[in-house]
């Protein structure tokens, strides 16, 4: 996604304010998945959509109760709230007065005013990539779906509670072990999201090919794994260093603000992976797998 289509999905936000909009609509303004606009808008603004809609909402229903007559339960009504008293709770927690408040002088009120994006180019950082052409893969994994909007929801928390999850149960080691001794990498495997759809699902699996024992795989799918299939694709590869996940998610918000624009690819609506390697590089967390195109 480009800086250009993340403008103008922030202009068609401002544009329709009033308007009973989410971050799906913003997505299909853009011609984008709501799962690829939510995750690209979040990583590079700092906040979803959705967020930022609320926040001017709530910046124009401050000035609109401090410079005209209209009522909290009219002001409820035109920014998008069922009730006084949810517009009032969010209000609150947003400005730190009430609307009743906001109607005098000397109340304390926050200005969020809309987003221009810029692109601003700081030389001496290095971002290391190659470009690799994979064809149709096969995997059997542990797959949950997940709302689109969980990595900024519970920050972040659900999938990682998930791992932790499937490892408590040991459901994860008796998988690696259909894989022969040194390739037992294990993957997280991301799905792409069609319009209209409020869910992704993402598995935690393993390789299958001519290093994993196949007569066993049928046990495992009739106790709930699943086979994950990818299709042909050219993906960009990054290797992420750190102690934890946080370094990931450093390196897709570096995806989306330094390695999109400067080099004309995007990323495509194909599975998208992280390999955790059984025998991997010094400090290395994971290596992030995006399928792109230019």
């Known amino acids: ?6 403008q103008r999905a922030i202009c068609y936000m401002e544009e329709h304010i009033f308007e009973d909009i989410n971050y799906a609509q913003v997505a299909k303004s853009v011609h984008m998945s709501s799962y690829n606009f939510h995750r690209t808008f979040s990583f590079i603004v700092g906040m979803t959509a959705n967020e930022y809609i609320r926040k001017r909402r709530l910046t124009l229903a401050a000035m ?139 598995g935690i699996g393993i390789l299958i090919d001519e290093d994993t024992d196949l007569t066993k795989l049928e ?10 299939k990818t299709e042909p694709a050219d993906y960009a590869v990054f290797k992420c260093f750190g102690p934890d996940g946080d370094c990931l998610g450093e390196t897709w918000s570096k995806f989306f603000k330094e390695f999109v624009p400067q080099t004309g690819y995007t990323q495509t609506d194909d599975t998208d992976y992280e390999i955790y390697y059984e025998h991997g590089e010094k400090d290395l967390f994971c290596e992030l797998w995006v399928p792109v195109k230019q």
């Not at 046990?219 to 086979?227: A, C, P, R």
Request: glycine share 6%.
């Open 1 to 6: 996604m480009s800086i250009q289509l993340i």
């Open 64 to 202: 609109e109760l401090q410079t005209t007559d209209i009522s909290v339960i009219d002001a409820a009504c035109k920014y998008g709230y069922e009730s006084p008293e949810s517009f009032s709770k969010a209000f609150s927690r947003f400005h730190g007065s009430t609307p009743k408040q906001a109607k005098h002088k000397g109340a304390k009120l926050h200005l969020f005013n809309p987003l221009v994006i810029k692109i601003t180019l700081e030389g001496g950082s290095i971002m290391d990539y190659k470009i690799e052409h994979k064809e149709c893969q096969q995997f059997l994994a542990l797959v949950r779906p997940f709302s689109n909007e969980t990595s900024n929801d519970d920050n972040g928390h659900s999938i990682p509670d998930f791992w932790s999850e499937c490892f408590e149960k040991d459901l994860i080691e008796p998988m690696k072990l259909l894989r022969s001794e040194g390739k037992r990498d294990l993957y997280g495997l991301c799905s792409p999201v069609k319009d209209n759809e409020t869910h992704f699902n993402y």
């Open 219 to 228: 046990h495992f799918t009739k106790n709930g794994y699943t086979i994950w």
